[in-house]
């Protein structure tokens, strides 16, 4: 009898139903001489939560607050908390809840005070609201800890009260606890979560020691206004490194001024070359700085610093500490077409994108406009035919990384070294038996290495020609046109840059 009630799932019913009477005030009183109990502080708690919680309200003003104060960590924690509430609520809404159609709490002993305005008419397994506050805490939590940390006692009050209130019964507040975090964890395989500075594994650079310069005034930068994002609390602003490098020459750059010419001013008249802007401003002032053989000073000042980050450079004080000390480092730099990258060059789909998002952004912004171009391009998008080294392919998307990249995701985020002297290639072919939307899958889905369709290489030097004589590339977010044969090749510790000691 007992070992039937285990395998039936009897057992788990019934500690399901006292807990929940136990949690709902199932058994308590509505009247009280003659009178509606008025509500207490914490029913009116509850009840809040529960009512704020729908439509995931709470997640998006969470999420507002992390994009204007969390800097680069906190755009990415709320757009990843966001992105799992979306895959969350569909999993959940549109395929576990038809399927269990489980009947939800009857309202009849439940106090007044604990009732909802509306009884909710969907099934009652899983809680979608437990659901989408574990995802979107556990997608925080990925890319910050602290954020995550904070939050997370409001996921729980909001879990909590669903079952206080009487709609779910607490096992579908923990099955949905449990499916929102694991929705979100899974959500790596698609976008890598950025590691943290005491995890990464990364090969240390070459050190060798600089110029050093306490007051900056051996520093010229180039800084462009423009890069970032004004919500950015961590951006820097002109005043910021003037008092950082109050000796050094600013040079500003104005709308449509190109910064080589502004980074060519700034390496004839001061030993060293710094700037202060996005991937594309960095790339032109890297490109004179190793023309020029002088020492490269980062300030982190984009959106996303991939370089900065991989050298320990959070902010612009770690730049400065460096300088001071005469920290540095030698790092590979690579060329395509006889221009400088230190990051990566794309082509086929994402230079689409790219340039997409900038047509859209100057309307609705950085982020959003990243969302609406993604889905035309990937609705839009045709492979690209070209010949890699004698040998013709058609691409729906390439990616050319100076250095070794983690492996995780077609356009990875950090290297695993800054000298390994390669150039990390991966290519989605297009080919017979691989649709748009297997192809689709393949980039939101991750796992590269354990994926079909995609060709890894690590040369040192690759060729590239296209089929129709024109192919527009995307350099350090910069995209441009090129045509006829051209070459990417790697530079090993062929530029200096000052970067903290660890």
Known sequence: MALRRIISGDWLREADLRLFRKISGWRSTRFRWGRPKLATPLERLMLWLSLGANMSRIWFAAAAVLFKFGGRSGKRAGIRGLASIGATSAIVNFLIKPLVKRKRPSRDRIPAARQLVREP?????????????????SGVALESRRAGALLAPIAAAVAYSRAFNGVHYPLDV???????????????????????????????????????????????????????????????????????????????LTEGEN???????????????????????????????????????????????????????????DAAKALRRGEAVEIDIATIDGQLFVNNVSFGAHTA???????????????????????????????????????RRSVWMAFLGNGTFHEAGIAPGWRYSLNDGTLDV???????RHSRLSAVLVVLLGGLRRMRGIQTTQPQRVTLQPVDDSMRLSRDGETFETTGTICAETHPRGLVVYAPAP
């Open 353 to 391: 994108l790219v340039d997409e998002r900038r047509r859209l952004e100057r309307w609705v912004g950085r982020w959003p406009a990243q969302l609406v171009a993604a889905t035309q391009v990937l609705r839009r998008a045709a492979p690209v035919d070209v010949v890699v080294n004698d040998e």
């Open 426 to 432: 991966r290519l989605l072919v297009a080919e017979p």
């Open 121 to 137: 008419l969907s099934t009652s397994f899983p809680s979608g609201h437990a659901a989408s506050a574990f995802a979107f805490v």
């Open 174 to 252: 923990a099955s949905g606890a449990v499916i929102g975090s694991a929705i979100a964890t899974a959500g790596r395989l698609a976008w890598p979560d950025l590691p943290r500075t005491q995890g990464i594994e990364m090969e240390a650079p070459f050190r060798r020691a600089a110029q050093t310069s306490p007051d900056g005034r051996d520093v010229a930068l180039v800084m462009n206004p423009a890069s970032g994002s004004d919500m950015d609390p961590a951006r820097p602003w002109v005043d910021d490194i003037r008092d950082l490098l109050p000796a050094a020459r600013i040079l500003e």
């Open 259 to 317: 910064p080589l010419d502004a980074a060519r001013i700034a390496a004839s008249s001061a030993p060293v070359v710094g700037v202060c802007g996005g991937d594309g401003t960095l790339a032109a002032v890297a490109q004179v700085a190793y023309e020029a053989r002088k020492p490269l000073l980062v300030i982190p000042g984009g959106t996303m610093n991939h370089l900065a980050h991989d050298l320990g450079i959070r902010e612009g004080a």
